[in-house]
């Protein structure tokens, strides 16, 4: 008995007048690779760059003022520490722009 997808794609054979049995397609064919190519046109990987100096620069700022947004709204100073916080975006919207378009 083959597989069930066999069982699927393949469908019930059927009886002549002389009791032979008679297929009306043929198997289904396996097939002889084990993978599918997900990229047959690939790219060449290209060197890691350094990042920009000014990408880094604004990461970090980005990230101390996310912290100090964090402990401004553990103390229960929701004004400062959304400022803040919004001030930690838009520098991290500066790093990531920086990123995307180099020279």
């Known amino acids: 008995m083959g597989s069930w997808l066999q069982n699927i794609l393949t469908p019930p054979t059927t009886t002549n007048k002389a009791g032979a049995r008679n297929r009306s397609s043929l198997p289904v064919k396996r097939a002889e690779t084990s993978h599918l190519p997900a990229n047959p ?3 060449v990987p290209q060197p890691p760059q350094a990042l920009p100096n000014a990408t880094v620069i604004y990461g970090i700022g980005a990230s101390l003022l ?4 964090f402990s401004l709204l553990l103390a229960g100073r ?3 520490g ?3 916080f919004a001030v930690g975006g838009c520098l991290t919207g500066f790093a990531w722009h920086l990123l995307k378009h180099q020279d």
């Open 66 to 69: 996310f912290v100090s947004s």
């Open 78 to 80: 929701w004004f400062p």
């Open 82 to 84: 959304l400022v803040v």
């Open 41 to 43: 046109l690939q790219s």
